[in-house]
């Protein structure tokens, strides 16, 4: 793939105008030009609308689907510049789910941030179907999701296991750890995040999927946005539970019925580079020592 034309691409996309990505690539306009055109002949197709008075470029369909493509060619390569540049040195390219990452990953992180030789780390927030599409592609090199997707081409195993717990606003005669009955918690209160299937199907056994709670969130960051009412509560796994409860407004409490564990998986490709094998090897001795990975 003709890389000058896909910098040149990407800047124009970014700019709005060739003229303007001429300015930040620091070339002229023909040079610009003929990078475009250069890229479009081994494309097969016009990618960028070129009409005379228009305020603003505009991508043909083409162009719209190899907009993305692009991205993915740009950061592969910078990476690759990145390595060649640092020869020899350890590197490790990890996808994680946001909650994960957050408020399980850090230990971790900060172990191998601190590593001697020192490691390279390229830290990358991805849903797990992103993630699994990523180590399929060896664009990252290990990935850390909380839902197993079946794949010919990739290692999943279980490393690490927790409970979920019960996080609602501090009020008296709330003590932490205290058990709470299901019918204590109502479930136009609930502030909801589906964790996982297993959850979904056990959270609807106990409370009407027909009455469902007016807020339903993806990402954990906005529970405190919400969380705000006496009569308001949600089920966390205990890693966040406790990042929140540690803010000092919240308390957390237990089910009274068994609620199954969050489980976080890690993925690999089942076949790694041979210089992924000492970087891979120092983050599972590092879970190990953390999580009790075998």
């Known amino acids: 793939m003709y890389f000058p034309g896909i910098e040149a691409f990407l800047a124009i996309v970014q700019t709005g105008s060739i003229s303007k990505a001429a300015e930040l690539l620091h070339l002229s306009q023909a040079t610009v030009s003929y990078r475009l055109k250069t890229l479009e002949k081994e494309m097969g197709g016009l990618l960028v609308e070129r ?3 228009a305020p603003k470029i505009s991508l043909t369909p083409k162009g719209e689907d190899f907009f993305s493509i692009a991205e993915r060619w740009d950061a592969l390569w910078r990476e690759t510049q990145i390595l060649r540049a640092s020869g020899s040195q350890l590197s ?7 909650s994960i990452s957050h408020f399980v990953l850090p230990p971790v992180y900060r172990k191998l941030s601190q590593h001697t030789p020192p490691i390279r780390l390229q830290i990358r927030t991805q849903h797990t179907q992103e993630a699994f599409d990523s ?6 090199d290990v990935a850390f999701v909380v839902r197993e997707i079946v794949s010919p081409s990739v290692t999943v195993t279980p490393f690490f296991a927790e409970e979920m717990v019960v996080l609602r606003v501090a009020a008296p005669g709330r003590q932490a750890g205290d058990p709470v009955d299901m019918e204590e918690l109502e479930a136009q209160h609930e502030v909801f995040i589906n964790w996982n299937r297993e959850f979904q199907f056990r ?3 106990w409370w009407d999927p027909l009455c469902p709670s007016r807020v339903h969130l993806d ?3 906005l ?3 919400f969380l705000t009412d006496a009569r308001q509560w949600t089920i966390v796994p205990a890693s966040i539970g406790a990042h929140m ?4 407004e919240f308390v957390l409490q237990k089910l ?14 089942k076949f790694p580079n041979q210089a992924l094998q000492e970087p891979l090897r120092i983050l599972d001795q590092y879970l190990q020592e953390i999580f009790g990975v075998q």
Not at 256 to 269: A, D, L, M, N
């Open 51 to 53: 009409r005379k008075g």
């Open 92 to 98: 490790l390219a990890i996808s994680a789910a946001e």
């Open 135 to 140: 180590i399929e592609r060896r664009e990252l």
């Open 203 to 205: 959270h609807d056994q």
């Open 219 to 221: 990402t954990a960051g």
């Open 223 to 225: 529970i405190t946005t």
């Open 245 to 248: 409860a540690g803010m000092g």
């Open 256 to 269: 009274s019925e068994s609620v199954p564990p969050r489980i976080g998986y890690k993925v690999t490709h």
